[in-house]
């Protein structure tokens, strides 16, 4: 009878917003029984501001040994320019809780252009580019990217083994041809997978053709496995595929399950300060993502209800005015809602 503890952490911008319509599924979850405790955080830019906290060392401690969960919003703040406080939560969750796995699927829907397709970006969340290591002198930048093979066989493991569940190929995005080292790790990591998955239809690509295959026809690809920084940029273009950024989900975690708190769940888009506080912001993403972590910790029930209803909505034709609609954020949610079992 364990109670599975979320915490919210709803951020800046649209990620307050889009967070107002999945928050209600937690307690809706609960009233069909499911055990939960929800508890809302401050952090982002205001706390920031206000405090000059960004995550403090106590807090995150916490929600790595205290939660279950995290649930999260959006963050970045046109008034905090270097981004150090998205760094120091965001970067500092995925990487500290080694939420090695960042799932981004693809699913347009219905009434969309490309329904139907299916497709699943695995992009690996904790290294690569994303390390955080470089240096700054006059004339002279340097970004490094550390990959280790221990995070790399995790991201492509669980990629392997959804595509053997999906009967679907699986694409690995590269530049092994100039990156030699890092990539090269990932496609030797990649080719010892493949000889123990043989029943797997799996290849590499080099990246910048792989786009370009993608725009042409996405749907021969089913799992598309990439670092994280290839990873960020194609799945900003899968998510055009399924209607915009506003509605495309992502879950986090950590297959080793190093810590309690193992899964972060969020939509693919930011804060979107151009539409911030108006009303506009699509919650699908938020709300997608919500049903990802309900499926995750094991309540299929709910998910699916939760992606039904969804898509139900949209069949209706509601739409936020990214997707050509006029209903604001809360109308959308609440639609979606009224949609639910
Ligand atoms: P963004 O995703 O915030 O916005 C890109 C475009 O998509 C904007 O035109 C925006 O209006 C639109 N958009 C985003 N979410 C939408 C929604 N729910 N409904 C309708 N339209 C939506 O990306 P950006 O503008 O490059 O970045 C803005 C800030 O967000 C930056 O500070 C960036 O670092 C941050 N960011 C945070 C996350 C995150 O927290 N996971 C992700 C991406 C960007
Ligand atoms: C995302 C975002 C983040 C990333 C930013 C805000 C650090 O673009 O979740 O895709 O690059 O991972
Ligand atoms: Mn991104």
Redesign the pocket.
Known sequence: DHITRIALIP?????PE?MAEAEPLLEWARARGRRLEAERLPYGADHFLATGETLPEAAYADLRDRFDAIL???????RVPD?RH?EEI?LRLRQGLELTVNFRPCRPLPGTRMAGLHLEVFRENTEGAYCLQGSSEPGRAVDLAVHTEGAVRRLLEAAFLRARARGCTLTLAHKANVLKHGHGLWLRVFQDLRAAHPEVPARGMHADALLCALVQDPAPFGVIAADNYLGDLISDLTAAFAG???TAPSLSWAPHRPFRCAVLA??????????AGQG???????ILSTALLFRHLGWETEARAVEEAVAATLRDGAR?S?LGGNLSTGEMGTAIREQLP
Request: net charge negative.
């Open positions: 951020g800046d911008g649209a990620g889009v999260f919003g959006a963050v970045g703040d046109p981004g998205a965001l915009g950024m506003g969020e939509p693919v888009h930011g804060s979107a300060p151009d539409i506009l912001a699509n919650p699908v993403g938020m936020t990214d």
